[in-house]
């Protein structure tokens, strides 16, 4: 019977782990007592007796063969500490009884020596040098961002996306505004400002003020910039991606302030950019479960037709016009939104000493 092997690992700065695994497990292995998390103590040293035991969940998606770890509690952990899992290879077991061979052999790299039973033992810690990645989880896909972070003159932009990320603001959200080059002349999908509690719209409010503008670099395919209003400076916490290029119509010129662009999407990402760019647009004027604050943003009057009837601007990206019209256009935002389920920064990863 053939051993268990993880195949990728993947952290991020707010604890979440996620490993591919190359054979089905047995879930009920998969538990507190297979698999520990720690954080170091007063000596902030791993593997000495003051390491502090965290608390976390635990998901096993079957479909997938993939193990999912966060912490229990996001509030009592503090973006960007180190942090390190263990998965004991022993107690852990396929659908037939074989240990996980775990020994950890780098974060794409398939795990183990060959005998069962090893421990799968790592570190992550937050990159500090460099450009971080930005990892942005939609019901579409994982896109992995590029974040500018040693460009000096976008360094104050790239900071402020980074306080929003560490503090959870865009966990629960969702795209909420898509335009197309026939309609408004450029192509981007934007989010940050609107978020999900069941059922649910409300506001996403923005924690800080606006940041004096950077726009310095061109909106090219797949960059990500910073969405704001009529003031240049007032760019906050809503941000969007161009899914084609819009250089001419958003860069800065003599005439324009421009936008500011901060990152990119990388090229192993791009597939899932133009999945998001695909969806269908809609309307939710009539939608009496949302706020109408929030309907003037996303579906604002945009002026009457022949009939003298208002008209009402399709700008929010959904998975299916037909079915949400069907509903008289109320909102099931599981079902109808394209949601932003987490952001945050990709760790690094290095094996246990």
Do not use: C
């Not at 996620?18 to 089905?24: E, G, H, K, L, R």
């Not at 990645?133 to 040693?150: E, F």
């Amino acid at each position: 019977m053939m051993a268990a092997h993880i195949s990728s690992v993947v952290t991020d700065n707010r604890a979440q782990a996620i490993f591919m695994v190359d054979s089905a497990l047995n879930r009920t292995t998969l538990n507190t007592s297979s698999i520990q998390m720690y954080t170091t103590g007063a000596d902030q040293r791993f593997g000495t007796a003051d390491d502090v035991r965290v608390k976390i969940g635990i998901f096993w998606n079957a479909a997938q063969n993939k193990i999912t770890t966060k912490v229990a509690d996001p509030s009592k952990f503090a973006a960007d500490t180190p942090f390190r899992l263990r998965l004991q290879g022993s107690k852990i077991k396929t659908l037939t009884g074989t240990s996980l061979d775990g020994e950890y052999r780098g974060a794409s790299a398939r795990s183990g020596n060959g005998n069962a039973g090893g421990n799968y033992d790592i570190i992550s810690s937050a990159v500090t040098t460099g450009d971080p990645t930005a990892r942005i989880t939609t019901t579409d896909g994982t896109m992995n961002v590029k974040l500018y972070a040693s460009n000096a003159s976008v360094r104050a932009t790239v900071d402020n996306f980074l306080l929003y990320a560490d503090n959870a603001i865009w966990d629960s959200t969702f795209f909420h505004r898509k335009t197309t080059m026939a309609g408004d002349s450029l192509g981007v999908v934007q989010a940050g400002g609107f978020g999900i509690e069941g059922n649910l719209l409300n506001f996403r409010p923005s924690t800080q003020n606006g940041i004096t503008l950077q726009a310095g670099l061109s909106n090219t395919i797949g960059t990500i910039a910073m969405a704001r209003t009529g003031d240049p400076n007032s760019g906050k916490n809503q941000w969007f991606i161009n899914y084609v290029d819009n250089s001419a119509a958003l860069d800065k010129t003599a005439q324009s302030d421009g936008y500011a662009v901060f990152g990119k999407v990388t090229t192993s990402s791009m597939a899932i950019l133009q999945k998001l760019a695909a969806h269908q647009m809609a309307e939710i004027h009539a939608d009496p479960n949302v706020p109408t604050a929030i309907k003037d943003q996303i579906s604002g009057q945009t002026g009457v037709d022949g009939q003298g009837n208002a008209t009402y601007k399709e700008s929010l990206p959904v998975r299916s016009k037909a079915k949400l019209q069907a509903r008289g256009s109320v909102l099931n935002p599981a079902v109808d939104l394209i949601k932003v389920t987490r952001v945050a920064i990709v760790n690094k990863i290095q094996k246990m000493a």
